[in-house]
């Protein structure tokens, strides 16, 4: 079926670096993608998002890109900080711009920061 | 920005029991609620769409009579876990779009950490 996935479950980070978190997803119909974070015990905090008629996006020390040819997804975080470390997840909105659309997560990965 | 709060934050049952969980938009109303489960170390699975004033959806999968889900007002959806068991053990975090800013931007719920022992 339709889904969006992680290519890494895991990442390590020196503070200070920047990090590179990747997804890919198969419903090439998909119009809208968010990042989100989650912060253990949380819910899940919104981040970035892109619609695909972009393929670059700039929030505040995070970018979004969208490869729509190969249906990949990338959060760039720079100056990676502490604060930064909690799981991402890439996430899909299945039914464009209505208000029962549904949003469906990535597998996620787990970001850590080295001191 | 939106908020959307659940209550309760953590519950402990013991199995065969219900369990209510509450899912509030605090200033803002919401047609349509969604719930999500998550287990350890795992992505957040859709559930079922709630929708005020008539019967939710459900996902594949997902059983309907176990999960009950009622939208009582624009403030308020309740997911009610029936005959809890150990495997419904799991993170249960609602949604919830504020249509009057933008449409497809979903506020998500603090979580509920169920236990069933």
């Known amino acids: 079926g339709e889904s969006v996935g992680l290519h890494l479950p895991t990442l390590s980070v020196q503070e200070g670096d920047n990090s590179i978190i990747n997804c890919a997803y198969s419903n090439s119909a998909s119009d809208y993608f968010i990042w989100y974070k989650q912060e253990s015990g949380k819910g899940p905090q919104f981040i970035i998002d892109?619609?695909?008629?972009?393929d670059k996006r700039q929030g505040q020390r995070v970018t979004v890109l969208l490869n729509k040819t190969v249906k990949h997804l990338s959060l760039q975080i720079a100056a990676t900080q502490p604060g930064d470390s909690a799981v991402y997840f890439c996430?899909?909105?299945?039914?464009?711009?209505?208000?029962?659309?549904?949003?469906?997560f990535g597998s996620g990965t787990r970001l850590s920061i080295r001191p | 920005g939106a908020v959307v709060s659940q209550h309760p934050s953590w519950v402990i049952c013991k199995s065969g029991t219900s369990v209510k969980i509450e899912c509030r938009s605090l200033?803002?109303?919401?047609?349509?609620m969604f719930w999500y489960r998550q287990f350890p170390k795992q992505s957040l699975m859709l559930m079922a769409t709630?929708?005020?004033?008539?019967?939710?959806?459900?996902e594949q999968g997902v059983e309907k009579d176990k999960f009950l889900i009622n939208h009582a007002s624009l403030t308020l959806s309740t997911l009610t876990v029936t005959s809890a068991h150990p495997e419904d053990s799991s993170f249960y975090i609602c949604?919830?779009?504020?249509?009057?800013?933008?449409?497809?931007?979903?506020?998500f719920g603090p979580g509920t950490r169920l236990t069933v022992l």
């Open positions: 949604s919830a779009p504020d249509i009057m800013r933008t449409a497809d931007t979903q506020y």
């Open positions: 892109i619609r695909s008629n972009m």
């Open positions: 200033d803002f109303q919401a047609t349509t």
């Open positions: 709630s929708n005020e004033g008539s019967k939710a959806t459900y």
């Open positions: 996430a899909e909105n299945i039914e464009g711009y209505s208000s029962a659309s549904k949003i469906i």
